[in-house]
């Protein structure tokens, strides 16, 4: 099982990145999919999260109407558009499977089978 996140890097203050995570080695299609984050000195939080047909998306209040996530079945890819940044965006970027409830959306980082190895991303001028 592989989960490779790329597109990270450093961006300025309103700016924007699209993050990418390649998936491989499990049934993508059938799995959710999600973002999580994490600045040095604090806890992963939850930032975005899809079903496994897309039907169903959630997003931290903290993101919502500036990230968007989204997937390709066909291509084994889920996606973070990430718009409008701010300097408190700045973190590790990890995209993470859940293969148990591919419907749901879960803020909870236990109810993930599989994890990436993350993307920086740093918002600063």
């Known amino acids: 099982v592989q989960l490779v996140e790329s597109g990270g890097g450093l961006v300025q203050p309103g700016g924007s990145l699209r993050l990418s995570c390649a998936a491989s080695g499990f049934a993508f299609s059938s799995s959710a999919m999600s973002w999580f984050r994490q600045a040095p000195g604090k806890e992963r939080e939850y930032v975005a999260g899809?079903?496994?047909?897309?039907?169903?998306?959630s997003y931290a209040d903290s993101v919502k109407g500036r990230f968007t996530i989204s997937r390709d079945n066909a291509k084994n890819t889920v996606y973070l558009q990430m718009n409008s940044l701010k300097p408190e965006d700045t973190a590790a970027y990890y995209c993470?499977?859940?293969?148990?409830?591919?419907?749901?959306?879960?803020?909870?980082?236990?109810?993930?089978?599989?994890w990436g190895q993350g993307t920086q991303v740093t918002v600063s001028s």
């Open positions: 993470a499977a859940n293969t148990r409830t591919p419907w749901a959306t879960s803020y909870h980082g236990s109810e993930y089978d599989y």
């Open positions: 899809i079903s496994w047909s897309g039907a169903r998306t």
